[in-house]
């Protein structure tokens, strides 16, 4: 199986991207997804969650009620929809299979896959 991130690109500030995460080889309905980022000389952040229990979502601070993540369950992929992007949003966005508690977003958990990666920067 793998997790195929697509949809990051070049935008101004304030413009919007949807980034996508399509797995293949198997289910995403029981597994939480969690969308993590990575800026030059950064560490990675986890940046948000999708549960799968409960479809309840965890967002950090730094993107609350900019970004939005959703599941399509007939596509197997989860979408994060970026909105009002700012040029410190710049990063290697990635999503994996997650384990989500509280704030903490723990990326690489059962059944243990990581994306490749998509670029979004954001520039004018």
């Known amino acids: 199986g793998q997790l195929v991130e697509s949809g990051g690109g070049l935008v101004q500030p304030g413009g919007s991207l949807r980034l996508s995460c399509t797995a293949s080889?198997?289910?995403?309905?029981?597994?939480?997804i969690g969308w993590f980022r990575q800026a030059p000389g950064l560490e990675r952040e986890g940046v948000l969650c999708?549960?799968?229990?409960?479809?309840?979502?965890y967002y950090a601070d730094s993107v609350k009620g900019r970004f939005t993540v959703s599941r399509d369950y007939r596509n197997n992929t989860v979408y994060l929809q970026m909105n009002s992007l700012r040029p410190e949003d710049t990063a290697i966005y990635y999503c994996?299979?997650?384990?989500?508690?509280?704030?903490?977003?723990?990326?690489?958990?059962?059944?243990?896959?990581w994306g490749q990666g998509t670029q979004v920067t954001v520039s004018s």
């Open positions: 999708i549960r799968s229990d409960d479809g309840s979502t």
């Open positions: 994996s299979t997650s384990w989500c508690i509280g704030t903490k977003i723990y990326g690489g958990s059962s059944p243990g896959y």
């Open positions: 080889g198997f289910s995403l309905d029981n597994v939480a």
